[in-house]
Each structure stands twice: as C-alpha cells, then as structure tokens.
C-alpha cells in the first residue's frame, strides 16, 4: 500500500547522496524507461530478481515484449505503453531512464533524449525520485584523449550525422546537472560504452550484433572502414551491475561504466570466427561519417567510488550470446517460411 511503501523511503525529498532505505527491500517501487530494450529487460531482471517493485514505460520503438513476457504475471511487475516524450504521472522511488534509439539506424528520427529526459526529470523532480541517466561514450566523440576519462569534455561534431545522439546525449547530461543543481533533484550519470549480450536488437546496426548474426546466418562479416578502428566491448551483466552499484551509491558522477578490453574491429571479427564458424569470411564496406577511431574507458573512478569493475572478458562474453541469437534467427527464418 501507498504507506507501507512511503515507510521504506528515507531520501524523499531529503538531502542528496543519502542511501534509501528500502534498498534490497521489496517494497522499493522503480521506474525503468526504455524497459523492453536490450540493457533495459537485462536490468528490470536484477530488479525484480532482488525483490523490487518494477514498472517498465516502453513505446516498443526498438524494444520487444518478448523480452519481459517471462515477468507477465508477476504482481511485483508492470508494463506500460508510452512515448516519454508525452509526459507521465507516477509514484516512484528510483527512476532509470533508458529510453532511446539507441542505435545509428534508428536514433536520428526521434527527440527522445531531449524531451523524454526532461519529462523525467519533472517527474522526479515532483515526486522526490532519484534518477539515472544512461549517457553514452559518445559523448567524448572521435576522443583526442585516449582512454577517457571523465573529465575529457570530447570532441563532438555539432553538426553530423550521429549529432542528434552524441549532442542529444550531451543535453541530457545537461539537464539532469540542472535539475540536480536548480532543483535538487538526486541524479546519477552513466556514460556506457559499448555493451553487448542476448537479446540485443538483431538488426540495428551495431557491430557485435551484426558480426554474430552474419556469422550464424553464414554471411561474410562486415568490416567498415579499414578495420583498425578499436571499440571495448562490456558484457550486459557487467554493465547492470555497474548501473545498480551507481544508483544505490553516494555519488552523482558521471561515472565510465565499461570493460578496458580494447579490440580493432578485425580483431572482433577474429573472435567471432572463433567462437562461431571459424570458415566465415570478411567484407570491407565503407565506413560511416564521423567514426571514432579509437575507445577505451578509463574506470578508474568507478572502480574506487562505486567499488565496481566488470568481470567478464569479450572471449567469455561472446558465446554468452549466441544461443539467443541463434534461436531469434531461426525463429524469424521459420516466420519468413523458410
Ligand atoms: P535498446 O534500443 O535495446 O533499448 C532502448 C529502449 O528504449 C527500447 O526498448 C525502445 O523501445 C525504448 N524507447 C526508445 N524511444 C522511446 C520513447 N520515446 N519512449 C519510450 N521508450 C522508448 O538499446 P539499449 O542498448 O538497451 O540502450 C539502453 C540505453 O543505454 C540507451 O539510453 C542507450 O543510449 C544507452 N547506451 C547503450 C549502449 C550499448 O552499447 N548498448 C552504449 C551506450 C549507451
Ligand atoms: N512532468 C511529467 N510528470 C510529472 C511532472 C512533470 O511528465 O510528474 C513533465 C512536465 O510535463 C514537463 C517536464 O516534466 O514537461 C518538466 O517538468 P518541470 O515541472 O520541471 O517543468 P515545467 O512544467 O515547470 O516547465
Ligand atoms: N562496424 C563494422 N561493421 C558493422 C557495424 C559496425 O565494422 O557491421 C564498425 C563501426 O564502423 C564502428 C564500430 O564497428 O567503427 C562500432 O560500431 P557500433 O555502431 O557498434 O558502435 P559505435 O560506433 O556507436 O561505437
């Protein structure tokens, strides 16, 4: 009920970096936009699984009910169909906005990480919530730093192509800050670097998904550019872990949450060949505009404030993965009548 739930909250409206109370208590209530998607559906799982009250906004633009349908039924469990660029009233303790196309072939059709972040932010700002970010490396753009570090202020085209991203992220981190300094809002900020894991969008676009994909589906992998460009690849679990650690902390950030373990994008292709089919073959495609060459987090912070590191390696992570996309794939092929 409305009062035993107001029992377990001791920051409402309260002073920031206090821990709440009711957390690991089931009767904490959270808000997860962007739910349905790949991290989000990974994250509602360790949620629901420590014993919260959890309540997904998905407008299902990326994301799909088949990742939460093992939760339908739970009374701790709830969905909710809604743009977060409309705005929304709920009763909530802790809000983890991740709602975004979050991918180059889908995030330049929507103003999600403008208007959706400020819905949120009034949001918690009205009821007292504490809300997290999901930043992106992105916004250190084609870094002139290298690994990053927080500090780094980044070296971001205004004006490109993957602008409504890296730019759009950039004001989000923008607004929180302000809610946080004008409002007193309790925020938390991770930038996230590349992530991978089951029930990644299979055609979005991004390389892991793609390689592992082409490689089940017997296609060359696709290599864009020269293939020497680095990316590092954090594990799903990892990553969850590391967003639980930062919004249960003290600490506003932005925090790094990514895995060191840097890897060419041939180097990539070569562990997936391993892990997958060993004769799978390389394609070069032109590269796309504005590429980073290189990324690599520094987590040194996270490691010291929020205790947190990731432990899964990209050789361990990989095969983690496959069987998901091999089902998928065999589903939407058998959906297709082949
Ligand atoms: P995803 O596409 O799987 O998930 C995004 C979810 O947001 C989807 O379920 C989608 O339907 C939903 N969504 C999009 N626009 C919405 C809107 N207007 N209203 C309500 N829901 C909406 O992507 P993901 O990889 O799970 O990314 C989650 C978050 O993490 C994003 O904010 C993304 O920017 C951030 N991030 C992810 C990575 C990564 O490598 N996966 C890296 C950096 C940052
Ligand atoms: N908002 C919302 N739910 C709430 C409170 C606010 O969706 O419970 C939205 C609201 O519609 C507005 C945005 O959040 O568009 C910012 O709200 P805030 O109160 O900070 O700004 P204001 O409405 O005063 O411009
Ligand atoms: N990339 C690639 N082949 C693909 C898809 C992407 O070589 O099929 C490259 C892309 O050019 C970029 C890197 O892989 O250099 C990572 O791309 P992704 O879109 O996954 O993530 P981001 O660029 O956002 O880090």
């Given at each position: 009920?409305?009062?035993?739930?107001?029992?377990?909250?001791s920051?409402r409206?309260?002073?920031?970096?206090?821990v709440?109370?009711?957390?690991?208590?089931?009767?904490l209530?959270?808000?997860?936009?962007?739910?349905?998607?790949?991290?989000?559906?990974?994250?509602?799982?360790?949620?629901?699984?420590r014993?919260?009250?959890?309540?997904?906004?998905?407008?299902?633009f990326?994301?799909?009910?088949?990742?939460?349908?093992?939760?339908?039924?739970?009374?701790?469990?709830?969905?909710?169909?809604?743009d977060?660029?409309?705005?929304?009233?709920?009763?909530?303790?802790?809000?983890?906005?991740?709602a975004?196309?979050?991918?180059?072939v889908?995030?330049?059709?929507?103003?999600?990480n403008?208007?959706?972040t400020?819905?949120m932010?009034?949001?918690?700002?009205?009821?007292?919530?504490?809300?997290?970010l999901?930043s992106?490396?992105?916004?250190?753009?084609?870094?002139?730093?290298?690994?990053?570090?927080?500090?780094?202020?980044?070296?971001?085209n205004?004006?490109?192509?993957?602008?409504?991203?890296?730019?759009?992220?950039?004001?989000?981190?923008?607004l929180?800050?302000?809610?946080?300094?004008?409002?007193?809002?309790?925020?938390?900020?991770?930038?996230?670097?590349?992530?991978y894991?089951?029930?990644?969008?299979?055609d979005d676009g991004?390389?892991?998904?793609?390689?592992v994909?082409q490689?089940i589906?017997?296609?060359?992998?696709t290599?864009?550019?020269?293939?020497?460009?680095?990316?590092?690849?954090?594990?799903?679990?990892d990553?969850v872990?590391?967003?639980?650690?930062?919004m249960?902390?003290?600490?506003?950030?932005?925090f790094?949450?990514?895995?060191?373990g840097?890897?060419?994008?041939?180097?990539?292709?070569?562990?997936?060949?391993?892990?997958?089919?060993?004769?799978?073959?390389?394609e070069?495609?032109a590269?796309?505009?504005?590429?980073?060459?290189?990324?690599?987090?520094?987590?040194?912070k996270?490691?010291?404030l929020?205790?947190?590191?990731?432990?899964?390696?990209?050789?361990?992570?990989?095969?983690?993965?496959?069987?998901?996309?091999?089902?998928?794939i065999?589903?939407?092929?058998?959906g297709?009548?082949l």
């Open positions: 009920t409305g009062s035993t739930r107001r029992d377990s909250i920051y409206g309260g002073k920031p970096g206090r709440p109370v009711g957390v690991g208590s089931r009767r209530r959270i808000v997860v936009t962007g739910g349905a998607g790949f991290v989000g559906s990974h994250l509602v799982d360790k949620l629901i699984g014993g919260n009250e959890v309540i997904v906004i998905d407008n299902f990326t994301g799909r009910k088949e990742n939460l349908v093992h939760l339908f039924g739970n009374p701790r469990f709830e969905l909710i169909r809604h977060v660029v409309e705005p929304i009233l709920l009763e909530v303790d802790q809000i983890y906005h991740l975004c196309p979050a991918s180059p889908h995030y330049k059709y929507n103003p999600t403008v208007m959706g400020l819905n932010l009034g949001l918690a700002k009205r009821i007292g919530a504490r809300f997290l999901t992106t490396s992105e916004v250190y753009g084609d870094p002139l730093e290298h690994p990053q570090k927080e500090t780094y202020w980044g070296n971001v205004p004006i490109g192509e993957r602008s409504c991203y890296d730019e759009g992220k950039r004001t989000a981190e923008t929180t800050m302000d809610y946080h300094r004008g409002a007193g809002v309790e925020v938390r900020i991770a930038r996230i670097f590349n992530t894991g089951p029930r990644m969008c299979l991004r390389v892991v998904s793609n390689f994909a490689a589906r017997k296609q060359p992998l290599v864009y550019g020269d293939g020497k460009q680095t990316r590092s690849f954090q594990y799903v679990s990553l872990n590391g967003l639980v650690a930062l249960d902390g003290e600490h506003v950030g932005p790094n949450l990514g895995n060191p840097e890897f060419t994008m041939l180097e990539l292709a070569q562990v997936v060949k391993e892990t997958i089919d060993s004769s799978a073959t390389i070069y495609r590269n796309t505009a504005d590429d980073p060459h290189m990324r690599k987090p520094d987590i040194s996270a490691k010291e929020l205790n947190w590191e990731p432990k899964v390696p990209l050789r361990e992570g990989l095969p983690l993965m496959v069987n998901d996309f091999r089902n998928r065999l589903n939407e092929d058998e297709k009548g």
